[in-house]
């Protein structure tokens, strides 16, 4: 998904670190009826293969960026690092406390509150419908069905200030492994997977105009959460917030729409891609070797897809908007042309992005500063 020079700076206390399940709920007959949610479908760009040769700077640099804006909407620039992830929402967030909000994060975000759920649940075996009143409007809907492995999110037009979230989450066929420890400070480890569905427009309300993005999928993903036990008050002990997470998405498919570039309604897709994001308190993001998919858009030079590799891990510091080290490599079915892109940590021009016409020799070098290589979408 293609983000904005903006890297539409999302909410870092946003409504899903809201805490949702406790003591209540309800379901079955006579239950509290649970909200649907939903929005537009997403027409898929084209996927005809974008040809890569030399000698074209301004395609290739192109090429080159929206293949980089790829893997950050598909998420894999995480705020795990931000000490909000296991608080409510009590206040409007700072302009120093946004950050990004892509699907990697709303997916771990979504397996920690199954995390939090199992730590508290009050009814084993039950369903729990629990719907609690956004910070500004709207609300959001916790559905758990523990019986059959079912979690759900609803949000209807959640507005926590700034951001406005609208549509479902949905996760079925959960299974976790849980390991806790026994007293406070001892370690825990717990691992997630299940498949996903993911219908979520989020609506960024201080830029003009706003800002929305739309995403819109099925995959299958796998979450191993870790981090120390702490006082659960009355219930002796309870797993804290996670401070050190890998997060793996694999699937056929994931579209996204991303505002109007150039005129035209920017649609993306991922597809046939398998992406790990290992995300540490202490060390930052990184973006594992072998990470790949295909990208596709209707509103940039691509106008088609192009295949992205990993093949230097990328590295993102605590907080940082940009990696500091990592490189991608772009090819294409139809032709030879490979174009690699080169991450450093400092300097004028920290991205070096080269064109390999033949697959093999560098044909074409292009440095530039990250004002400039935003700028290219």
């Known amino acids: 998904m293609k983000i904005p020079t903006s890297y539409l700076r999302m909410t870092a206390i946003a409504v899903l670190t809201a805490g949702l399940i406790g003591c209540g709920g309800g379901g079955g007959d006579g239950g509290p009826a649970i909200p649907t949610a939903s929005n537009a479908a997403i027409s898929p760009p084209p996927t005809t293969a974008v040809a890569i040769a030399a000698g074209a700077q301004t395609t290739n640099t192109t090429i080159a960026a929206a293949a980089f804006q790829g893997v950050n909407g598909a998420g894999l620039q995480t705020i795990g690092n931000l000490p909000s992830l296991a608080g409510a929402v009590t206040t409007t967030p700072a302009a120093t406390e946004t950050r990004r909000l892509m699907i990697a994060e709303i997916v771990r975000r979504h397996a920690e509150k199954i995390k ?27 559905v758990v069905d523990d ?14 200030g700034g951001v406005i979230f609208h549509g479902t989450i949905s996760s079925t066929g959960v299974s976790a492994n849980v390991t806790l420890g026994s007293t406070v400070g001892s370690s825990y480890n717990i691992s997630v997977t299940a498949t996903i569905t993911i219908d979520l427009s989020i609506t960024v309300t201080n830029t003009n105009p706003a800002t929305v993005l739309v995403s819109q999928g099925s995959f299958s993903f796998s979450v191993a959460l870790s981090g120390t036990m702490v006082s659960g008050g009355t219930s002796g002990v309870m797993p804290g917030s996670p401070t050190h997470t890998e997060t793996r998405i694999t699937g056929p498919s994931l579209l996204a729409s991303d505002g109007v570039v150039g005129g035209v309604v920017n649609n993306e897709q991922l597809a046939n891609f398998d992406l790990t994001v290992v995300d540490d308190d202490v060390t930052g993001t990184t973006v594992t070797v072998g990470s790949h998919f ?84």
């Open 147 to 160: 019986m059959n492995g079912n979690f759900s999110q609803i949000f209807v037009n959640c507005d926590e």
């Open 294 to 377: 295909t990208y596709a858009n209707n509103a940039s030079a691509i106008n088609g897809a192009v295949t992205v590799n990993i093949t230097t891990p990328i590295h993102y510091a605590l907080g940082a908007v940009h990696p500091d080290a990592g490189v991608i490599e772009i090819t294409s079915t139809v032709s030879t042309g490979k174009i690699r892109v080169t991450f450093a940590a400092s300097g004028v021009t920290p991205v070096k992005v080269e064109v390999l016409a033949d697959g093999v020799n560098v044909s074409d070098t292009y440095t530039l500063s990250w004002v400039q290589f935003d700028a290219l979408i």
């Open 116 to 142: 939090d759920y199992m730590g508290s649940a009050p009814v084993a075996g039950a369903q729990i419908v629990q719907t609690v009143p956004c910070l500004v409007g709207g609300t959001e809907t916790a």
